[in-house]
């Protein structure tokens, strides 16, 4: 993706630390979400993955609002 852009090694070094940043929110994000459901009851046949897939879509959506501020 650096080289596609034609970043310069700052610019390069600077994307790559946003870009961690924002996978490290969005696994602690996702972690909090997790975290509130096994407080709430679920429904047997949603506990464990399909739960997660669901959760997983609805923050790549909500990421998808961030697309166009960059």
Do not use: C, H, W
Request: charged share 10%; aromatic share 10%; net charge neutral.
């Amino acid at each position: 993706m650096v080289i596609q852009k034609e970043y310069d090694l700052l610019t390069g070094v600077v994307y790559a630390f946003s870009t961690a940043l924002g996978f490290g929110l969005a696994l602690v994000l996702f972690a909090g979400i997790r975290e509130q459901m096994s407080l709430v009851k679920i429904p047997n046949r949603m506990e464990g993955t399909p739960i997660a897939l669901i959760t997983a879509g609805l923050l790549a959506m909500a990421f998808m609002g961030f697309s166009g501020v960059v």
